[in-house]
């Protein structure tokens, strides 16, 4: 095939062909260069960029202006161009981020398919925060990042300050709240105590999750061994707001809120 370099054109892109081929004076096709004001030619220059991606990181993808790379513990890297994002296995601790097989912006975030060192693979979309400024009001939900990228983004869960953890044998009045020792959003408040010493339990109660919601917890609450009830009597009327029936002696209610 007879090959022509244009150095200028005096006609549009033609696809018509007379006889010995293409007219030296019309475009066929053009790539990689544009036609400038004066008719002539110009190839458009390439791009190289070079950039050494902290090691430890695998897959790459392009997104607001930088490459990401990823990991499955945090990696030291000095490079603006360059953001590391940490997958953790949603189970297993200390897993090994082997692959990514795929990495595309969806809906303002990353969304990534990222493989494990025992061929598990795990779907993230990656929704970012803002980066942590200073005196700045964040309320529950909110995401933030810091200001030296470690590879997590940070939510605000609470809104003041945490409560005491529950723990055994602690002595309880009314008016004292508690968080679970693994936090579940809630806090609870002492509403009722019984006996001349109360604590809370040997054992962390099953917590409850609803707004209002009550739990009893049943402990010793004379300070020694419980002393052997007497017969039965008829409960009360109306029983204590919040219960539904009658309550031993070593029990402390406590209300969600």
């Not at 549009?12 to 004076?25: D, M, P, V, W």
């Not at 709240?177 to 040997?202: L, M």
Request: cysteine-free; charged content about 20%; glycine content about 10%.
């Amino acid at each position: 095939m007879r090959q022509v370099v244009l150095s200028s054109q005096k006609a549009g892109i033609t696809r018509l062909r007379g006889k010995g081929g293409a007219s030296a004076e019309a475009l066929w096709d053009l790539r990689n260069a544009y036609v400038t004001s004066a008719r002539t030619i110009k190839r458009r220059p390439g791009m190289r960029r070079h950039i050494d991606l902290p090691p430890g990181t695998v897959g790459l993808a392009a997104f607001e202006g930088v490459f990401v790379v990823f990991a499955s513990s945090p990696v030291e890297n000095s490079d603006p161009r360059v953001r590391v994002e940490v997958l953790r296995h949603p189970s297993r601790e200390g897993a090994e981020l082997r692959k990514i097989h795929f990495a595309a912006p969806f809906y303002g975030a990353l969304y990534v398919a990222a493989e494990f060192d025992q061929g598990e693979v795990f779907h993230y979309w990656l929704s970012e925060g803002v980066a942590w400024t200073p005196q700045t009001v964040k309320m529950a939900g909110d995401r933030v990042e810091p200001t030296v990228q470690n590879g997590f983004s940070y939510v605000a869960t609470r809104a003041g300050d945490p409560r005491i953890a529950w723990a055994p044998g602690v002595p309880r009045a009314v008016g004292d709240v508690v968080e679970p020792t693994v936090q579940n959003g809630f806090e609870y408040v002492v509403v009722d105590v019984i006996g001349s010493a109360p604590a809370s339990g040997a054992v962390e109660p099953v917590w409850p999750t609803e707004e209002g919601a009550q739990v009893i917890e049943d402990t010793d609450a004379g300070g020694g061994s419980a002393p052997t009830p007497p017969a039965p009597a008829p409960p009360p009327t109306p029983y204590p707001p919040g219960y539904g029936g009658g309550r031993s002696n070593n029990d402390i209610p406590q209300q969600a809120r």
